[in-house]
């Protein structure tokens, strides 16, 4: 796995445990999709032309998504694995953790090229009074 970290970034309102399911969950599904290995690349980055957000991008070499797929990705209980090997939950509850601290995540795929899931967080200087996110658990 390579690492593009920017060093000193703002610090973004999230709860560890929500953000920590997000990463191992995003990790998880890039691993997935490269069973005969590929690169893995994870950035993180400070983006002042959106919204003054930290950005956290995960990268895959592996399948990618088709595209008459992209559509249905955060759906409950749509996966694009085979039958018995995943229950696809993990992208529509990764993509509630976001949007509950007032976040986006953003999906580019090719099929047969890969894909980069990029989360953007509200830097927690950008607002006095921070998001709560419901209990999702």
Known sequence: MQKKLTPNLPKVRVNADDISFVIVNLLTNALDSMPNGGKLLIESRYCKEHDSCVQISISDTGYGIKKNKMDKIFWPFFTTKGEGKGIGLGLAISKRIIEDYGGKINVASTQGRGTTITLCLPAA????????AENMH
């Open 125 to 132: 200087f950008k607002s006095a009074k921070p998001r709560v």
